[in-house]
Structure formats: C-alpha cells, structure tokens
C-alpha cells in the first residue's frame, strides 16, 4: 500500500545544477501538489495539477517548473538550482479539493 | 486576515492535560476542514476531517464554529506522544483546486 512515493528522499546540490523532483501516487487521485516546507514556516504551494493535463501555479513558483506526465506522476524541476531552494519538498494527491491531502515523505534537498 | 491563522505556540502542557488550540480562517464559503498532525521534519498525516458542527475521535475533539469563522482542535488526557505540530487545513472554494496550510501550532507534552 505505497500512497504517495517520492524520489529521491536525500540530495545534495551545486548552485546551478538542475534536478527532477518524481512524485507517483497509486491512488487513482486527480489533483496532486508539490509544497515547500522551510523552518519555521508552513507549507507553501508551488504548483498543483487539478486533474491530468492540467498544470497552474502556486504561491511560490519561481525557479520551478512541473509536469503531469499522467495521472499518476506529477514530477516537479529546478532547472537551475540556487541556495534559496534548500528546502524540504513535499508531494502530495487527493481525489478531490474537499477530500484530504496525502502527503509523500518528503525530499530534503540542499543547495551548495 | 490571512487565509488560515493559527497560534504557532509553543504550547507545553504536562502530561494528562486537556489542550485545545484554535484555527481562524477567512474564506466563509469554505465548506471542509482538516486537521494533520506534523512530527519533526516528516510528512504531515491527516488527523481529524471536519465537515459539519464537529467531528470526535477517542481523545480527540474537533469543532467547527461558522459563525465566527473557526475551528478548534481539543485534545484529552494528553500523551507524551501527541507532541507534534497540528496543522489546519483550509481547501479554497469557488473551484480552485487548492487549500490552505495553517503554519501550525507545536505542542510539546512535558512528562
């Protein structure tokens, strides 16, 4: 019973390197979400995916880009990297808006 | 007024005591409310959802006051393991597919 799957769940980064964040959920789940979480702040949106095709911006998009690749992958890219995005990067899929979230384990990237 | 407010605490209360910590919101069209639990550095895990007056679940109570436009979450007979931070949760409406994350209130039991 796998939920929300992240990759990976550790890097380590050079300033101008690029990465792809994967994110899968087994739920049959139409809406999916990627969030940053900084110390002591809350979760904020980067971008979401109402439903498959379909992609918008969050609160925080700057610096990245994501892509739908179906229903069940929501991947999420740094094309390139700076310190500002050290962060912990969390997944997550719902079914819909007024369902709750399920969140993956998060990724903790830190940017050199 | 934000979206969601919460108290970020710290709230440190001992062991067995009855704590309740409350969420504002703005949006008076919102229509579902949650609450996750966040322990250091992990994913957040739903705790309680919240579609009407309230929802009870063992120890833990929540309340849903539309009229003032806030949630409450009571938890009983508190254990060391209930520390952890409790978010709330506000989804948009109006057909955004998006919620709101409260910052969240850190609750520390204390033996």
């Known amino acids: 019973n796998a939920g929300v799957t992240q990759t990976p769940k550790f890097q380590v980064l050079k300033t101008g390197q690029s990465m792809t964040l994967q994110c899968a959920q087994d739920?049959?789940?139409?809406?999916m979400y990627w969030y940053r979480q900084d110390p002591g702040m809350g979760l904020r949106l980067i971008y979401y995916?109402?439903?498959?095709?379909?992609?918008d911006k969050g609160e925080v998009p700057n610096g990245y880009n994501v892509s739908r690749l179906n229903k069940r992958e929501f991947s999420l890219r740094l094309e390139s990297a700076a310190p500002s995005q050290t962060s912990v990067y969390f997944c997550?899929?719902?079914?819909?808006?007024?369902?709750?979230?399920?969140f993956g384990d998060g990724t903790r990237l830190s940017i050199l | 007024r934000k979206e969601v407010e919460q108290d970020p605490g710290p709230f440190n209360v001992p062991e067995g005591a009855t704590v309740a910590f409350n969420c504002t919101y703005s949006?008076?069209?919102?229509?579902?409310f949650f609450w996750y639990r966040q322990d250091c550095r992990k994913e957040p895990k739903l705790l309680m959802s919240?579609?009407?007056s309230g929802n009870e679940d063992g120890r833990f109570t929540a309340q849903l006051n539309r009229a003032s436009q806030y949630i409450s979450l009571l938890i009983r007979d508190s254990k060391l393991s209930d520390s952890a931070t409790y978010l709330c949760?506000?989804?948009?409406?109006?057909?955004?597919?998006?919620?709101?994350f409260g910052i969240g209130t850190k609750l520390q039991v204390i033996p």
């Open positions: 997550a899929s719902t079914v819909r808006t007024n369902q709750p979230q399920h």
């Open positions: 739920m049959n789940h139409n809406s």
């Open positions: 995916s109402a439903s498959e095709g379909t992609t």
């Open positions: 949006n008076s069209a919102s229509q579902s």
């Open positions: 919240v579609y009407s």
């Open positions: 949760v506000v989804p948009l409406s109006g057909g955004y597919q998006k919620v709101t």
